[in-house]
């Protein structure tokens, strides 16, 4: 069974702080990755996605991935209480490319 | 308008009723997908089709149907609604290969 595993959370941060997300997945073919932002009874909104080892930075948020170890996460920077929401981990198989998600972490930050 | 469309977006049904969820999109994707959504499990994956022809169970399919009507057209059916259904479905769509996935606005759905 392909696995996706992040911690459900919260995590309360302050505004201004670093908030990190992590993530880890089983599936040793995993080619791609994913980060989604979803508000609470809200649809899933991509914030960011990964294909090679290493760090991609877009603004505020960075991701990181390392396969060997099989870990992803993401950095969001100077957060904002706009920024509360659940983050969804994501891992995109070879041959299938069906998207496996983890259960999200809970990001809180708080003024 | 939405590139991914669900309908109905709320309902409420009775236990043993029969149930259909539609999906709709125009992003011109040959894949799509359903989902369920309960707290604290993430988003879990019911069915999926890779084209009109193809139909494939997801990790939770015993409960549910789907059809493909079209490219453009992909519905789930509860056959006999159960309370454990109640959740928050979402459709999905990509292209192919390793591409995100863009979602529907969700269907609540409760089972009493």
């Known amino acids: 069974q392909k696995e996706v595993e992040q911690n459900s959370g919260p995590l309360s941060v302050p505004e201004g702080a670093i908030a990190s997300l992590n993530c880890t997945y089983s599936?040793?073919?995993?080619?791609?990755f994913f980060w989604y932002r979803q508000y609470s009874g809200k649809s899933p909104e991509l914030i960011m996605f990964?294909?090679?080892?290493g760090d991609k930075e877009d603004g505020r948020f960075t991701a990181q991935l390392n396969k060997a170890s099989q870990y992803v996460s993401l950095l969001i920077r100077d957060s904002q209480p706009s920024d509360s929401a659940t983050y969804l981990c994501?891992?995109?198989?070879?041959?299938?490319?069906?998207?496996?998600f983890g259960r999200g972490t809970s990001l809180i930050v708080h003024p | 308008d939405a590139d991914v469309t669900q309908t109905p977006r709320n309902r409420i049904t009775k236990t043993g009723k029969r149930i259909m969820l539609e999906c709709s999109q125009t992003?011109?994707?040959?894949?799509m997908y359903w989902y369920r959504q309960d707290p604290g499990l993430g988003l879990r994956l019911i069915y999926y089709?890779?084209?009109?022809?193809?139909?494939n169970k997801g990790e939770i399919s015993d409960g549910y149907s789907v059809s493909r009507q079209a490219q453009a057209k992909f519905s789930l059916s509860l056959e006999s609604a159960i309370p454990n259904q109640t959740a928050l479905y979402f459709c999905?769509?990509?292209?192919?290969?390793?591409?995100?996935?863009?979602f529907g606005q969700g269907t609540r759905l409760t089972v009493v």
């Open positions: 999905a769509t990509s292209d192919f290969g390793a591409t995100e996935a863009f």
């Open positions: 599936d040793r073919g995993s080619q791609s």
């Open positions: 990964i294909y090679s080892n």
């Open positions: 994501a891992a995109s198989s070879g041959g299938s490319y069906i998207p496996t």
């Open positions: 992003k011109g994707h040959d894949r």
């Open positions: 089709s890779f084209d009109v022809k193809d139909i």
